[in-house]
């Protein structure tokens, strides 16, 4: 298997792997049956092998149980990981119950994932949100001091407005903003990514596959269990009018010899230098199929296509994903 290029994050920031891997669905985020759990590490083996290092992680991904995998995986092997760790969401039985990134609480949180990854310091640390309970100053500041304890790195940030960016950039130099961006969700290029790319800040790009919509396999009306049923995105006439789009991007991969996946994450990753696409891979099948996805490249037209398709506000109806 080849290796991947690498990204800097952040201005003189560490470079690392341009293709991250997703470990969040490795555990049972929503509830519902855990997955396999040795063919999860099994995959961060041959991600890390392949030089993609960067291991993205929540400290509420199955409360717990994605750190400590993550842990396993990383047990012989520190020096050839970079780890991404967000906190602040509070998890119950497979429900979001409450944020919490009080000081206290944060300085409390960040023990509990050193403990369960096995390492003394992480190399990403991330509110997963700025919900206004806590002024984004006390937030970042007691990132900040953690930087100063040697328990983190790097500052990164995730979900939040060009405002709030702006202000934790002029707290703490930040690393990283991880947020959902893909051909069907581009409602950031309006003022966040602007914002992004003027403090020069990584772009950790999550969702490239729209819960699964540009992955062309998605067929209506969805079976009756599948989660995405809750959003709007994939109701009704909503789901028959996106799956229309879907079509174009099964179209063009079909012609280039690609996957429409492979297409959605080659997109990503051409929207310049800052941007990594952050994908989740459960299994190992899934790695030699995205890594070359980041060879692509598309012809002025093939972009053109792509971008008026899937112009913002082209896909109809929301996710989880409400800004
Ligand atoms: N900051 C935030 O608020 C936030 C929110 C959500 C996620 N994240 C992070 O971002 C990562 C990615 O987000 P995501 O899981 O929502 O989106 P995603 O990367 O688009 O993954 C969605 C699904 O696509 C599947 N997939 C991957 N490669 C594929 C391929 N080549 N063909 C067909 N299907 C493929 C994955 O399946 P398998 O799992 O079966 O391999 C996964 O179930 C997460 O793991 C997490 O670390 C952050």
């Known amino acids: 298997m080849k290796n991947i290029k690498q990204i800097q994050l952040g201005q003189n920031g560490p470079l690392v792997s341009k293709l991250g891997l997703g ?62 760790v967000k906190f602040g969401a509070i998890f ?39 919900d206004g309970s806590v002024p984004v100053e006390d937030i970042i500041g007691t990132v900040a001091d953690l930087v100063k304890e040697g328990k983190v790195r790097h500052i990164g940030v995730s979900e939040i407005t060009a405002n709030q960016l702006r202000e934790a950039n002029s707290i703490y130099p930040i690393s990283a903003l991880e947020i959902g961006y893909s051909l069907a969700e581009r409602q950031i290029e309006i003022d966040l990514l602007p914002a992004a790319k003027e403090l020069n800040i990584a772009i950790v790009a999550f969702a490239n596959t729209a819960e699964g919509l540009l992955t062309g396999e998605m067929k209506t009306p969805l079976s009756e269990n599948a989660y995405q049923n809750h959003f709007s995105r994939f109701q009704g006439e909503n789901l028959v009018r996106n799956l229309e789009k879907v079509e174009v991007l099964k179209q063009l991969a079909s012609d280039k010899g690609y996957t429409p996946t492979q297409l959605a994450i080659a997109w990503v990753k051409e929207q310049g230098d800052l941007f990594m696409p952050l994908v989740s891979m459960s299994r190992r099948s899934r790695l030699p199929e995205n890594i070359t996805a980041m060879d692509i490249v598309f012809t002025p037209e093939e972009m053109n296509t792509l971008n008026t398709t899937f112009a913002v506000g082209a896909i109809v109806g929301g996710t989880y994903l409400q800004r």
Not at 96 to 116: E, Q, W
């Open 92 to 130: 119950h039985n497979g429900h979001p119950i409450g944020m919490d990134f009080r000081p206290v609480a944060i300085k409390n949180f960040i023990n509990y994932s050193l403990t369960r990854l096995g390492i003394e310091t992480i190399d990403l640390y991330q509110p997963c949100r700025m």
């Open 23 to 84: 470990c969040m669905r490795m555990s049972s985020i929503w509830g519902g049956p855990m997955p396999d759990e040795t063919e999860s590490i099994a995959t961060i083996h041959e991600a890390l092998d392949s030089r993609i290092n960067f291991l993205n992680t929540g400290d509420f991904y199955g409360a717990g149980h994605n750190e400590m995998l993550i842990g396993k995986a990383i047990k012989s092997r520190r020096d050839d990981a970079f780890i991404s």
